[in-house]
Nanobody, 129 residues
């Protein structure tokens, strides 16, 4: 059974940093596309970063240059380093797993939710000035 468990959320300040983690189990983590989605209050859930099985990363324009997605295949763990946070970064952050098509579309156009095979339950990030 696939399980994704996020951690590392919490309160932060504008300009600060947070690091999210996602512990994966129940499948071959190293061979899957992994992504982070974010849902701000009142808005739909959107993909913000993805990383394929070769370690190639892509980012939404809203986080490019500030966030870094990475993975440790030996520990079956996905990370999201978030720097220079602002109010717009507040929301629920979800870890997601999918096939390489998920990463392809994240990289070339948009992270489609229907390409996600498994979701974590999310971790809340609240940023204040």
């Amino acid at each position: 059974q696939v399980e994704l468990v996020e951690s590392g959320g919490g309160s932060g300040q504008t300009g600060g940093s947070l690091r999210l983690s996602c512990a994966a189990s129940g499948y071959n983590f190293a061979r899957r596309c992994m992504a982070w989605f974010r849902q701000a209050p009142g808005l739909r859930r959107e993909g913000i970063a993805s990383i394929d099985s070769d370690g190639n990363a892509s980012y939404d324009d809203s986080v490019a240059g500030r966030f870094t997605i990475s993975r440790d295949n030996a520990k079956n763990t996905l990370f999201l380093q978030m720097n220079n946070l602002d109010d717009g970064d507040s929301g629920m952050y979800y870890c997601a797993a999918g096939g390489e098509s998920l990463c392809h579309y994240c990289r070339t156009s948009y992270c489609y939710e229907n390409m996600v095979d498994s979701w974590g339950k999310g971790t809340l990030v609240s940023i204040s000035s």
